[in-house]
C-alpha cells in the first residue's frame, strides 16, 4: 500500500522553486508498512532523499544548453546495450532519449507519474511487463520496446518521439504529426540533439579503438 502524500502538489511547488533545478522528495516507510513522499526531511526517521530531474518544467529545460551539456557515458552500458540489441533499436536513441527524459536518474519520478530512466507511465510498465519501473534493466528495456512500437507506427524520427511524450493518441489526433504542444516540441529537438552528439560519439570512438589496433 503506498501513501502518497500530496506528491503531484510537491513536485510541483518544487519545480517552480526559485533557480531550483532538481526536486528534493524524502521517502520514508512507517511501522505500517505504508510509503510516504514528503518535501520536508521526516524527523527521526529513516528516509531515503530522491533527487528527481524535472524535465518538463521549465526551469530546468530552459538552464540547459542540449548542445554543449556533457553527455553521460560511464552509466547502465550493459543494460543499453542489451535492449538495443534484443528490440534493434540504436544505442543512440536510447541514451538519449535516458538523458533527455532523467539524466540517467533511475528513480527519477515526474509529475505526472513517469517513473524510472526512460520515464515510462504505469499503462507503458504494464504493457511490457517492467514490475519495478526503478529497476534500469527492466526500465530501460520496457523503454526500448515501447520505442520499437513506436518506429513501427510512425515514419519519422520526430513524429515517434513526439509519440514517446505525448502519447500515441495526441499524435493521431493531429494526422500522425507532431501535437502542437510547447513541451512536446521541445522534447523532440533535445532529444534529436542528444542523438546526434551520441551517435557522434560512439563513431568516433569505433574510428579511435580501430586507429589504435591498426596501429599495433
Known sequence: MIHHTTVLVILLGLAFAANSKNLKVYKHVDEKGIIHYSSKKP????YKLLNI??????IWRNSINWNTTPL??????QEIITASRTHGVSEHILRAVIHAESAYKHQ???SAGAQ????LMPLTQKT???RNPFDPQQNINGGAAYLKHLMGMYSTTDVFLAAYNSGETAVERYGKTVPPFPETQEYVR???ILMRRYQKHKTAYQSNRAATAAAR
Open 43 to 46: 524527523a527521526g526517521k529513516s
Open 53 to 58: 530531474r524535472c524535465p518538463e518544467c521549465k
Open 72 to 77: 553521460i557515458h560511464d552509466k547502465f552500458n
Open 108 to 110: 527519477a519520478v515526474s
Open 116 to 119: 524510472g530512466l526512460m520515464q
Open 128 to 130: 511490457y511487463q517492467v
Open 190 to 192: 533535445r532529444v534529436k
